[in-house]
T-cell receptor, first 115, second 111 residues
């Protein structure tokens, strides 16, 4: 049973560019959350998708957007990249709508470097 | 708002030493509490969890007890191994489905 997968593993972009990161959830999971982990910090919640809609959002600007597809996979898009967007982007999936107490399972992450 | 405060590291221990990593939380309701571990170059892996007060989560020799009275969820292990070297994150989950993570505690175990 494949776990959460993310692509690409590494990415280098320049300021002002746009980037798309992809995530496939663990089999049987219907809820996908995205996190940004800056170097030496804990993950910060960006947003969560369920039933193809953004259900909850953290304190991130509108430059960060996402999408969930009918097969539950998800994309994270970041426009107008800033140097400060350099981080490890983690995707996590959970079952049953990600209700209270449901564990989130994390992928290996995409490391984004903005030059 | 909801938050997690974690013991700062880095922590360096000798093999077979006793480990404690402190974690306290602030929450408006009754969260579920988690410990995740991150090995170098990898994503986060669930280590253990507890969903209500007085529950004890345990896995791979690690334990943590959900203490509502002290709003704590300290991670302990009686005898650490070199393979336990990693970064440990305490996290809470409220009914809003959003995880709040601590800043992480780096553990290095030397032989």
């Amino acid at each position: 049973d494949a776990g959460v997968t993310q692509s690409p593993t590494h990415l280098i972009k320049t300021r002002g560019q746009q980037v798309t990161l992809r995530c496939s959830p663990k089999s049987g999971h219907d809820t996908v959350s995205w996190y940004q982990q800056a170097l030496g910090q804990g993950p910060q919640f960006i947003f969560q998708y369920y039933e193809e809609e953004e259900r909850q959002r953290g304190n991130f600007p509108d430059r960060f957007s996402g999408h969930q597809f009918p097969n539950y996979s998800s994309e994270l898009n970041v426009n107008a990249l800033l140097l400060g967007d350099s981080a490890l982007y983690l995707c996590a999936s959970s079952p049953r709508g990600g209700g209270a107490g449901e564990t989130q399972y994390f992928g290996p992450g995409t490391r984004l470097l903005v030059l | 708002g909801d938050s997690v405060t974690q013991m700062e590291g880095p922590v360096t221990l000798s093999e077979e030493a006793f480990l404690t990593i402190n974690c306290t939380y602030t929450a408006t309701g009754y969260p579920s509490l988690f410990w995740y571990v991150q090995y170098p170059g990898e994503g986060l892996q669930l280590l253990l969890k507890a969903t209500k007060a007085d529950d004890k989560g345990s896995n791979k020799g690690f334990e943590a007890t959900y203490r509502k009275e002290t709003t704590s969820f300290h991670l302990e292990k009686g005898s650490v191994q070199v393979s336990d070297s990693a970064v440990y994150f305490c996290a809470l989950l409220m009914t809003g489905n959003q995880f709040y993570f601590g800043t992480g505690t780096s553990l290095t175990v030397i032989p």
